[in-house]
């Protein structure tokens, strides 16, 4: 069963407004065509009460209000006629333009206007008179002008609707920006965390467990000197940190970001952390002499080989740690492998946030990574990472 639409209080008050108002143009005797004798006097209130109920549809059925009000005004002409009824045409073809469908809200002022139009010359046409112009006008004032009111707040509220989704919508793509560049500074932050201190971290792990399973003096104290060395250089690298995170205005230098020219300093620190683990750390260079990458490539490369490295102390089996570079063909080729096995002796745990941030590392620059066990071409298992980084030769723009 259908409902009849709640009346909206705007077309209750016009419609109580435009009846009164009319009955009352009715009663004093004020009419807007002659007096027709061949109808009663009342029958003007008749086009004035279909009038004032469909003022109640001028917001739920505006084309229905609109064309029945069409046919009301039209027979009103055949009464005495009332100012009243005249009016609150006015206001359902405004309305129906404001808040019918948008077909109807372009197709009306058009009509209109050519109906004030066509209205005009048949008038001059018929009477011959200029006073004939008078028709088109009122023509246009009573159909063309509410329609072209109607059109023109429509079109005001229509961009100021769309002015503000468009403002939401970027509000909320800054939002998601916003968001996107906090995880990734996140995940920036974790992963220089991780790589700075992680290698410190593992040898004090390492060698404080070995200070504590063994019971010479001596052992103790090379491995309480290594875990002091480590906790030096780690705290400096927090502090580092630190002082760069709270720094926001700009005047502190910048950290010198770990490029590739730091892997013989960052060796021969592991070779000394792990010199009691039976481990021998080898780096072969293949890269041209001289010859300088992106400052992005060479850190992600710098701490490819760091983590690798920690993950050597951490678990490889007494043996040979080799530290591989290649630049060919714009690429830039890291691989490390380590002897994959069970290892004597104290070994600290490992978490894979390592490999994890390998992988960001590599996924940002768009290159690959390969870390797992292999089998070596003597038939030994290896542990193998590898990462392949697109690199261009920076070494021109240095000259």
């Not at 009332?82 to 002022?109: K, Q």
Request: proline share 6%; hydrophobic share 45%; with cysteine.
């Amino acid at each position: 069963m259908t409902r009849f639409p709640r009346p909206h209080h705007d077309g209750v008050l016009l419609a109580v407004i435009g009846l009164l108002g009319g009955v009352l143009l009715w009663g004093l005797g004020l009419h807007t065509t002659g007096i027709r004798d061949f109808l009663p006097a009342w029958v003007t209130l008749v086009p004035l009460a279909v009038m004032s109920f469909l003022e109640l549809l001028r917001r739920s059925c505006p084309r229905t209000a609109l064309l029945i009000g069409t046919v009301a005004v039209i027979a009103d002409q055949f009464t005495h006629g009332n100012l009243a009824t005249v009016l609150m045409y006015t206001d359902l073809m405004y309305a129906a333009v404001v808040y019918g469908t948008p077909g109807a809200a372009r197709r009306i002022p058009v009509i209109t206007g050519l109906i004030t139009v066509a209205m005009t010359i048949a008038a001059l046409a018929w009477l011959r008179r200029p006073e004939a112009l008078l028709i088109g006008v009122v023509t246009g004032l009573v159909s063309f002008a509410p329609a072209l009111t109607g059109a023109t707040l429509r079109n005001h509220r229509e961009a100021a609707e769309a002015a503000r989704l468009r403002a939401e919508q970027t509000a909320l793509l800054a939002e998601i920006d916003r968001g996107q560049a906090i995880a990734a500074e996140r995940s920036r932050m974790a992963r220089e965390l991780h790589d700075m201190v992680a290698n410190n971290l593992s040898a004090i792990a390492i060698h404080s467990t070995a200070a504590l399973s063994i019971a010479d003096p001596k052992a103790s104290t090379d491995a309480l000197a290594v875990i002091r060395e480590n906790s030096v250089q780690g705290l400096s690298e927090m502090r580092r940190l630190i002082g760069l995170l709270r720094d926001s205005s700009g005047d502190q230098e910048p950290a010198v970001a770990p490029s590739l020219d730091g892997l013989d300093a960052l060796i021969g620190q592991v070779r000394t952390v792990g010199a009691d683990s039976g481990l021998v750390f080898v780096l072969d260079d293949g890269r041209t002499p001289g010859g300088r990458l992106p400052p992005p490539v060479e850190m992600a490369a710098y701490r490819i080989v760091q983590e690798s490295l920690t993950n050597a102390l951490k678990h490889a089996s007494p043996g040979t740690v080799t530290v591989t570079l290649a630049h060919t063909d714009h690429t830039l080729t890291v691989g490390v492998t380590s002897p994959y096995g069970e290892r004597p002796g104290p070994r600290a745990p490992g978490s894979g946030a390592g490999l994890v941030g390998m992988r960001e590392r590599v996924s940002l620059l768009n290159g690959s990574l390969e870390a797992g066990p292999v089998t070596a071409p003597d038939g030994t298992k290896i542990w193998h990472v590898r990462a392949q980084l697109p690199a261009e030769d920076d070494t021109e723009l240095f000259a």
